[in-house]
């Protein structure tokens, strides 16, 4: 049975996608390099880029990513709303689906960048296993989301410099031991640090605190997140970690030449940290080297999970090929805010790759 496959391509933190009126100005994938998915598209791939709270927790999102390829209403779901004090109901894709027609004979591609590697990999999950605490706390009306049985419409996920064990740039502040007041960073750097502050900032609208991208991106809220995903036998798992500090003798990481203003401080900060979450996990010196915003090791697969570095020639499901790491700032996979990078070529020779895990194709550009 022949299976056509659609790429999915969902933005992270203060990220927007085509349901946005701003991808039009500046697409999130191909920024000033212009619209990814139109140049994807142009070479026979079906692409697509969902929109989903930019600020909002993982669960939220992956019910707004289901809710808009299913081409239906937001379901955040009974248990989950009643616990996190907020509405159940969301936006409603029924008259704009993502996916003009998403069925058993369509699988999926989840491509995530940053915080949207975590989303895609929960609806991953949640297609699959479905969620217990909504299957009992729901009556005749339970999403299918929740339902679980529908992980065979799921080919591959794929990570894109995602927090996928957390982030230190949110856990260094956390740590009463370190003062990240002390590291030293450019004075430039600190305004443009606080206006990059201010624009992830979520929202709040009385919802329980925990249901925010922020909450998940902590350590140990992420690692705990880990523990309720997993891996999915028959998915394909990819990730793509990337960095862009140098090593000082002092053991430090600092940014390099032409990273995004806005990650520098941050980056600095990040590349000085060594210490423990609030539950004791140790972060060593291995977390230094990061991307501006997201560590290189983080990126690379959960902790703990089945991982091994890309074989082209032997990809498995169900276990993460870790990618070469790539040279580059936090959004330089998405053709850059201020510095511009030419990203088709990257992302046609990971869409083979894909197809090829999928249906055996060749593997070459990865080698």
Known sequence: MNQ???????????GWGSYDSQYRALPYW?????????????????????????TGSAWDRACELYAQLAGTRTDYGRAHSAEYRHERFGPDFSERPLIPSWDAQTRLVLLGHSFGGVTVRLLAALLARGDAAEREA?????????????????????TLAAPTNGTTAYELFLDPDFDPGRVPVPAWSRGLARLMSTGTKPRTDGRDPRDYADYDMEIDHALALNRRIGAEPEVYYFSVPCSFTEARPDGTHRPKRGMEPLFVMRSCQ??????????????????????????TISAKAPFGAAS????????????????????????????????????????????????????????????
Not at 332 to 361: E, P, S, W
């Open 4 to 14: 056509a496959l659609s790429y999915v391509f969902v933005h992270g933190l203060s």
């Open 30 to 54: 191909g920024m000033r390099g212009g619209d990814l998915m139109a140049s994807l598209r142009s070479k026979g791939y079906a692409c697509y880029a969902a929109s989903v709270s930019p």
């Open 138 to 158: 729901d009556g005749s009306d339970l999403s299918p989301l929740f339902a679980g049985g529908l992980g065979s419409r799921v080919c591959s996920v794929v």
């Open 270 to 295: 990040m590349g000085a940290y060594a210490g423990r979450t609030p539950a004791g996990v140790p972060l060593d010196e291995g977390w230094r080297e990061n991307d501006g915003l997201v560590n």
């Open 308 to 367: 091994r570095d890309l074989d082209p020639a032997s990809i498995a499901p169900g276990i993460w090929n870790v990618l070469p790491t790539y040279n580059g700032d936090h959004m330089a996979l998405q053709g850059g805010l201020t510095h511009r990078h030419d990203v088709l070529d990257f992302y046609l020779a990971l869409l083979k790759l894909i197809a090829a895990a999928a249906g055996g194709a060749s593997r070459d550009r990865f080698r």
